[in-house]
């Protein structure tokens, strides 16, 4: 705790419990009004604790770590890091608002999140298929031998057991279990994918009318703008956090502008798959392809211009949707 002179009022530890945060509540309240709070890691471990605190009519900051030249010249304990977030909100170098994360983009930010992990999973068990074949009896690895990938793991799924025992009897066994996990985790796959493209309806469903978005790439763009997308300042913000805000990279008599690598990277990837497709099959984004290609753009830097773009516009529908959802 820090009044706001600065002055350290006390340091305490409490559990990250509901218990503790009673605790933690009732001991800040001790040294007077709570106005700001500095929390650490809003999207994880930290976001139990600012939901309380936001409940409580707090106004929490996100604060980044410590930066490494502090930690070196004054250690690394949880008090001097503790300190070191509420200096940063009182000197005004912390001002980012977190998500709130209590409404219909949470849920949508945890099917997508298993979603995700299901076709990793998936992805992983088709492999670990075909490195079995390899190795194989050839009379099995040809029977299997030019299959499409959903008619391979048909077949494995129906193996049956062979009548006589020995190296074939175990391969064929992983193969039929791999199968099958592999059906189970494509049948997981398509209910979180309707889970998915209705709760995007509902919050958004405007964002679906956009050419080239589909239900992943709208809910990687939603769960990048929160529950409460207000909290960015503008649409350049939202382009920032996403990643595709321009980056001076200009010495001497060179002037140029290169992609930016920060922020956040599924929201990227996502305004990179809208302006492929759009691309392919979108007219005005043709013209727009060839007029910037007249004027000795490179293909890499339309694309930049493209996500920049639909940064801005998508942004205007998702925040225009949750306000209307949420009035």
Request: charged share 25%; with cysteine.
């Amino acid at each position: 705790m820090i009044d706001v002179t600065g002055r350290l009022l006390g340091t305490e530890a409490f559990a990250a419990t509901t218990h503790g945060y009673e605790a933690l509540w009732s001991w800040a309240r001790s040294h007077g009004r709570v106005s700001q709070a500095g929390v650490e890691g809003t999207g994880s471990y930290g976001a139990g604790l600012a939901r309380k605190l936001c409940s409580l009519g707090v106004a929490v900051i996100e604060v980044n770590c410590p930066d490494r030249s502090m930690r070196r010249s004054r250690g690394k304990t949880d008090a001097v890091d503790a300190e070191a977030a509420a200096r940063a909100v009182l000197s005004g170098r912390a001002t980012a608002v977190p998500k709130s994360g209590n409404g219909a983009v949470e849920a949508l930010r945890v099917f997508k999140l298993a979603k995700d992990s299901a076709v990793k999973s998936r992805t992983q068990a088709i492999n670990q298929i075909k490195a079995v074949l390899v190795c194989t009896d050839p009379h099995l690895r040809e029977a299997l031998a030019g299959l499409t990938n959903s008619t391979l793991i048909a077949r494995c799924a129906e193996l049956a057991d062979p009548a006589s025992p020995g190296v074939a009897l175990p391969v064929e066994l992983t193969l039929r279990l791999l199968a099958r996990r592999v059906q189970s985790l494509t049948e997981e796959i398509r209910q979180f994918g309707r889970l998915i493209r209705q709760r995007v309806q509902d919050t958004a469903p405007d964002l679906l009318e956009l050419h080239g978005v589909g239900p992943d790439s709208a809910a990687a763009l939603l769960v990048a703008a929160g529950d409460n997308p207000q909290r960015f300042h503008s649409e350049a913000s939202f382009a920032a956090l996403c990643g595709v805000s321009p980056v001076e990279r200009s010495s001497g008599k060179s002037q140029r502008r290169r992609l930016n690598r920060g922020g956040d990277r599924q929201a990227n990837a996502a305004l990179f798959r809208i302006a492929l497709t759009r691309l392919r099959d979108h007219p005005e984004t043709r013209a727009y392809l060839a007029r910037r290609t007249a004027e000795d753009r490179t293909r890499r830097e339309i694309i930049r211009y493209l996500k920049r773009y639909l940064a801005r516009k998508i942004f205007k529908v998702v925040s225009t949707s949750i306000a209307t959802r949420t009035a």
